[in-house]
C-alpha cells in the first residue's frame, strides 16, 4: 500500500492538486479496530505530497505496534 502511495505521488504532476493524488485521505489507519488518527486532529489532516513520508513512518508504527501484542 505505501509502495503505490509513492508512485502515485511520483507519476502526479507538480500542479496536481494533493486532494486529486490521495483522494483526499487523511492521517488515520484502520488495523482492526475501525478508524484512528494517527496524531491528534488526524481525522482532519489530509495526506499530501510534503506530508506522505511522515504518514507511512506513524502507520507503519501502528501496525508494528498491533502485531507486537
Given at each position: ?49 510534503d506530508n506522505?513520508e ?13 502485531a507486537?501484542?
Amino acid at each position: 500500500m505505501f509502495e503505490q502511495m509513492r508512485e502515485q505521488a511520483k507519476n502526479s504532476t507538480p500542479d496536481q492538486e494533493n486532494s486529486d493524488i490521495f483522494h483526499e485521505q487523511c492521517f488515520t489507519i484502520d488495523i482492526g479496530f475501525g478508524e484512528t488518527e494517527l496524531v491528534p486532529g488526524g481525522a482532519q489532516k489530509e495526506i499530501t505530497r510534503d506530508n506522505l513520508e511522515e504518514f507511512i513512518r506513524l502507520a507503519s508504527l501502528r501496525i508494528l505496534h498491533k502485531a507486537s501484542k
